[in-house]
């Protein structure tokens, strides 16, 4: 476990990046910027390590609250309480972080309470992800980095408040984030485009090669994979760990819950709007649930599937057999 505790070796595995004139295979987050490079692969992995450990943990940082026939496009109007969840994750004797939180960016984006009335976030700062953390004993030096499956407010929050830590996110998600109207703060994000300008220095951002669910390998031998689910954003990823004791698929906001997968449920009005490419999301659903068809006992874990919600009291413990 030795290595776990080691934050220098995480973080060495990553090519140092620095922030570069705008150019050919560069992401400008700004005009007239500096950029990010593109990468096909983020992350040299570590030699072979002899911790073959692998285990993912829930940390909910806050719920929301909305009516089930928004969410579903049926089920009346009984509210659903939906959880929002990161992901702390052992995987090749590293710990990385699947999203980042909401709280950070909900104090930054809207006047308090408003962002309470206007999407149902409700979470307090004990329950944010870097307390949570900290709570288990985890220092933010020990993550190798932020898998971001996707930039919204709810997912980046926090990336402000885990300082230094890399940031990996797909290519076009990098774009869209450059595409930002600076300096008008984007709702969907929580953040100004100069805001994001000052992640850029963290940021990897990977180039998934063509065709549907492509992947990209975080850890040797499938370990650790990055798949290419995109439509609820533009450059959305869902992270794949496995071990011999099973796979997790983590989809982010790629579905609302393991049952639309499963069951081929399509997202209510409600559910549509929040997607930037509604077709597009379905589609990746789709493929989704035709890979699942061959992997029954694979675990789906989205970021706010209702399941989720009772995991909120469990981190700490989860978080304390994760670290043995
Ligand atoms: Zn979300």
Not at 71 to 85: H, M, R
Not at 158 to 173: A, I, K, M, N
Not at 243 to 268: F, I, N, W, Y
Request: proline share 8%.
């Amino acid at each position: 476990m030795t290595h776990i505790h080691n934050s220098a070796r995480g973080r060495a595995a990553f090519a140092p990046l620095a922030a570069l004139a705008c150019g050919a295979l560069a992401v400008p987050l700004q005009k007239g910027c500096a950029s990010v490079p593109v990468v096909t692969r983020p992350w040299s992995p570590p030699p072979a390590s002899a911790d073959d450990r692998v285990g993912v943990c829930p940390i909910i940082s806050a719920l929301s609250t909305t009516p089930h026939l928004v969410l579903e496009g049926e089920g009346g109007l009984d509210d659903v309480v939906l959880p929002v969840a990161s992901f702390l994750v052992r995987a090749g004797g590293n710990l990385f972080l699947v999203d980042a939180g909401v709280a950070a960016a909900e104090r930054r984006a809207l006047p308090a309470g408003a962002a309470d009335l206007v999407m149902g976030f409700a979470y307090s700062p004990a329950a944010s992800v870097a307390a949570q953390l900290a709570g288990a004993g985890i220092r933010s030096a020990q993550l190798a980095a932020v898998l971001l499956t996707h930039a919204h407010l709810d997912h980046a929050g926090e990336l402000e408040d885990l300082p230094g830590v890399p940031v990996v996110l797909s290519e076009p998600e990098a774009q869209s984030l450059g595409a930002l109207p600076a300096p008008v703060r984007d709702f969907s994000t929580g953040r100004a485009a100069a805001a994001w300008q000052l992640l850029a220095a963290r940021m990897r951002v990977v180039r998934f090669p063509e065709g549907p669910l492509a992947a990209v390998d975080i850890l040797p031998g499938g370990a650790m994979s990055l798949r290419f689910t995109p439509g609820h954003t533009p450059g959305s990823m869902s992270v794949v760990v496995s071990s011999a004791g099973g796979t997790e698929v983590m989809l982010g906001d790629a579905a609302l819950s393991a049952r639309h997968v499963r069951d081929l449920v399509k997202k209510g009005p409600g559910g549509r709007v929040l997607d930037a490419d509604p077709e597009l999301a379905w589609r990746t659903v789709n493929r989704l649930h035709a890979w699942m068809d061959g992997h029954p006992d694979w675990r789906l874990r989205a970021a706010h599937d209702e399941q989720a919600v009772r995991e909120r009291f469990r981190f700490r413990a989860c978080a304390r057999d994760l670290l043995r």
